[in-house]
Each structure stands twice: as C-alpha cells, then as structure tokens.
C-alpha cells in the first residue's frame, strides 16, 4: 500500500500521555540527517473509537431484546438483524449474511408456519413499510405451535423495520380459559337439567303424599282424632312448603337457562298481598316478629303470573321472618309496603335484622349466592321480577336491616 513517502520511510503511531494520538513518520534525508514529520489524529481515533463502541452497543442491545428484529433496505435486502431473528426462524449466518432479498428470504421459510401460505402476509407487510412507507401488522402461528404478533415500522431512513414478538404464554392463557369456560357452560347445563328432571320426579309423589293427605283430612280413613288431625295438618303444610321450593327450582333452573315464561293475566294486587300476609302470620308469630302490612288501596291490579307473584312475596316476607327472629328478642319487626299509580305498582319488604349486604352483592352481580334458605331466595326474585318487565333494588347493611323494592309495570 502506497503511504505518500519516499522509500526507507517508516511510520509509528504514538500515544501521548495527555491522550493525545500522532502519527508519525521518519523520512532520511540525503544528507545524512532525518526528518520528522508528525500529525494529530486525535479526533479522528476518537471518532473511530466511538463508532465501534456504537457499533457494539447497538449489536449487544439488537441481540438481547425479547422481541425478534430485522432490517429491510428500500430494494428489499436484509440489512441488519439479531440473534433472536435468526433462531426464530432457524436461519444460518451465511444465509443472513449473504442479506437475501425479502422475497428469497421468506419463500425459504414457508415450512415453519402452521399454514405456509401465511408467510406472504409477512412479505406485505415488509413491503408496504418499504415501498408505501405504512405500518402494518398481523399475527402468524408456526408449526411448533408457537403464536406471535408482528408489525413492519417504516424508518425516516427510508428501510423498514420488522418486529416479532412470542405471544404464546397470552394465547396459551386465552384457550385455557376459553376451554374453562366452555366445561363451565357444560357443567352448568348438566346442573340446570339435574335440577329440572329431579324437581319433576320429586312433584310426583309430593302429590300423591298432598293427596292422601287430603284423604285422611277429608275422613276417608275414618275420624280423626284431635291429635291425628294435628299431624296430618303438619303433614299438609310441610307438602305445601316443599310445593313452593320445588316450583322455585323449576323456575330458577328455567331462568338460568332463558327459559322462563310467565303467564299474563289480570292480578288483584292487593288480594294476593293479603293472602301473602296471612300465609306467613302464623311464622312471624312463632317467632315472635311484629308483621305489619300497610297496602294502599290504589294498588288495583297488574298483569302477570299470579302464582308465581305470590310465591315472590311470600317468599320475600318469609327470608326477612327468618333473618330477623335469631338477632331479635322482642322487637323484630317485618314490614310490607305497597302502592301504586298509573304507570304501575312499587312494593316493599323491609325488615330490622342483621342485614346481609354478601347477599345484596350477589344480586347485583346477578350471581346464586344471593339465594337464602327457606325462602325463594334473592337470585330468583331479581329473575322473576325482570320477567314481569319490572326492576327490583336491594338496600342491606350490616346491623340494620334488609330492604327489598319491586317496582312492577301495570301492562
């Protein structure tokens, strides 16, 4: 390599203890002496050194990002690329190195994909970042069953930039729970036609028990005692109760699965809040709560299901008996309120006990958890309620009682 100097010249490069880098050359003269020439190459070495240091920085930081990177150029060559680039697809370094152009690139790595045909989505999506200089993105799945999303950046030097990152944990999360989901929606049916066929074979000798009741009661077996007579009147009245809670499964079992349909009739509003009333009397006295009814007489009549409006009520009235008597010595006290205009009917059921605000949330989350023993239980309530076109608002707190509204419509 041609230096510039005569021959017999020789060059040094010298480092100065100030930092100072010279490069020198000695030069004989004819005359027997020597000439020195020196020049300054500080800032040039500088400059050298903080190249590499970039270059460096910039090869160590590529190779150690978790997402896959390459560079494509204006005319489609692989420009640059990390570690993690070419393990993902299981590329060679002289391969890379050779920097192929996108489409010879890509057409060789087909065969990694799920679906090959896909690898021309990933060649799109270079091009328009180098051609039409727009971002785009998508998603691919490889044949090892490893998911990742991509996107191609157009860069302000005119290459385009190809990231790829592993999303399999997420997809992996995602048909987990879908599968959990589904053998929860299974499990859920299965429980709701449990509920539906034991509930049917339970009502057949439920009735036959109701009807040989009404046998002895009528005197078919003979006279009665006045203690046979109290026997039998308890065996009634548990049918009766059983009656109710089996007629409630039925429908929080037919709710639960977008089934329930009630009947539309014209309902004496009051009446049957009378019966209800009455019904529950002889339970607020057993446990000594106050029951007290306060029906306005503009209450009129709605259309909706008679029965299972009663069942509703009932209901009600008996879980606030129920949750008042145990926290109460003397001054438990159960209220129904109703009243009515134009546009339809509010009622109201409060009560002084314990509160249950878990129950209260339940409800409102429209979740079971609501469901209180030895009445219809809340979750039923809010289903019934919303199949008669109506709302229903619950207000518990701890220590102070339970208030449930029904608002119904007239039509």
Aim: avoid cysteine; charged fraction near 25%; glycine fraction near 10%.
């Amino acid at each position: 390599m041609s230096t510039g100097f005569e021959p017999g010249a020789s060059e040094e490069a010298w480092l100065l203890r100030d930092g100072t880098h010279l490069h020198v050359v000695a030069q004989p003269t004819p005359d027997g002496g020597m000439l020195l020439l020196a020049e300054d190459r500080t800032e040039q070495v500088q400059l050298a050194g903080a190249r590499d240091t970039l270059l460096r920085v910039r090869t160590a930081t590529f190779d150690n990002l978790f997402e896959a990177i390459a560079v494509f150029a204006p005319d489609g060559r692989l420009h640059l690329w990390n570690q993690r680039f070419r393990r993902l697809w299981g590329i060679d370094e002289p391969t890379l190195a050779a920097h192929p152009r996108v489409d010879v690139l890509m057409g060789g790595l087909a065969d990694r994909l799920a679906k090959p045909n896909q690898i021309s989505i990933v060649q799109e999506v270079i091009r328009a970042a180098t051609l039409e200089r727009t971002q785009r993105g998508g998603e691919v799945r490889f044949a090892d069953g490893r998911h990742f999303d991509f996107a191609s950046i157009p860069l302000p030097d005119g290459n385009a930039l190809l990231i790829m990152l592993d999303i399999t944990p997420s997809r992996k999360m995602e048909e987990a729970l879908r599968e959990r989901n589904e053998a929860l929606e299974a499990a859920d049916k299965v429980k709701t036609a449990f509920l539906s066929r034991m509930s049917y074979e339970l009502r057949t000798p439920l009735t036959s028990i109701g009807g040989f009741g009404e046998m002895l009661q009528s005197g078919y077996a003979g006279k009665l005692g006045e203690q046979q007579q109290t026997y039998v009147e308890a065996i009634m009245d548990s049918v009766a109760v059983l009656s109710r809670q089996i007629d409630n499964v039925l429908d929080l079992a037919q709710g639960e699965a977008g089934t329930l349909v009630v009947e539309r009739a014209p309902v004496d509003v009051k009446a049957l809040l009378d019966k209800a009333l009455a019904d529950v009397k002889p339970l607020a006295a057993s446990e000594k709560i106050e029951l007290v009814g306060n029906i306005a007489a503009a209450v009129g009549a709605i259309e909706g299901d008679a029965p299972r409006l009663s069942r509703l009520v009932a209901g009600l009235l008996d879980n606030a008996i129920r949750f008042t008597a145990p926290s109460r010595k003397a001054d438990g006290r159960v209220l129904l309120h109703a009243d009515g205009d134009a546009k339809g009917v509010e009622i109201v059921v409060s009560d002084n006990g314990p509160g249950m605000p878990d129950a209260v949330e339940a409800v409102t989350k429209g979740t079971q958890a609501g469901t209180q023993s030895g009445g219809i239980g809340l979750a039923l309530a809010r289903q019934l309620v919303a199949a008669h076109g109506g709302t229903m608002e619950v207000m518990s707190e701890k220590g102070q009682g339970t208030l449930v509204r029904i608002s119904l419509p007239r039509a």
